[in-house]
């Protein structure tokens, strides 16, 4: 089982940046897919970015692309979300998740282990 929290959430002006943390402990996350996902007030859970698990893999939704850059560190069992130019439509609730299978997936469906999620809201 593997447990995860994120931080690094925070309320951020537009065309700011953010770097938001999931750090994870248990066994597993260094075989494991993680993907970050988010979401606004009153609407459904949205894919982010996803990597592999030896962290040479990205995707990321074309809403965030070249914008976000999602990275790993093994060694210390942590994601990153880096996030620039961030804007008020980039707000909400973001979450990391975890994926044992090697192959990457952006429904969060395919996902078993979820962290609480971290605010980030940007203002226009």
């Known amino acids: 089982q593997i447990q995860l929290v994120e931080s690094g959430g925070g309320l951020v002006q537009a065309g700011g940046s953010l770097r938001l943390s999931c750090a994870a402990s248990?066994?597993?996350?260094?075989?494991?897919?993680v993907g970050w996902f988010r979401q606004a007030p009153g609407k459904d859970r949205d894919f982010v970015a996803v990597?592999?698990?030896?962290?040479?893999?990205?995707y990321y939704a074309d809403s965030v692309k070249g914008r976000f850059t999602i990275s790993r560190d093994n060694m210390k069992s942590t994601a990153y979300l880096q996030l620039t130019s961030l804007r008020p439509e980039d707000t909400g609730v973001y979450y990391c998740?975890?994926?044992?299978?090697?192959?990457?997936?952006?429904?969060?469906?395919?996902?078993?282990?979820w962290g609480q999620g971290t605010q980030v809201t940007v203002s226009g």
């Open positions: 998740a975890t994926r044992p299978d090697p192959t990457y997936a952006t429904d969060s469906r395919y996902y078993n282990y």
């Open positions: 248990g066994r597993g996350f260094s075989t494991s897919v």
């Open positions: 990597i592999g698990y030896r962290g040479g893999y990205t």
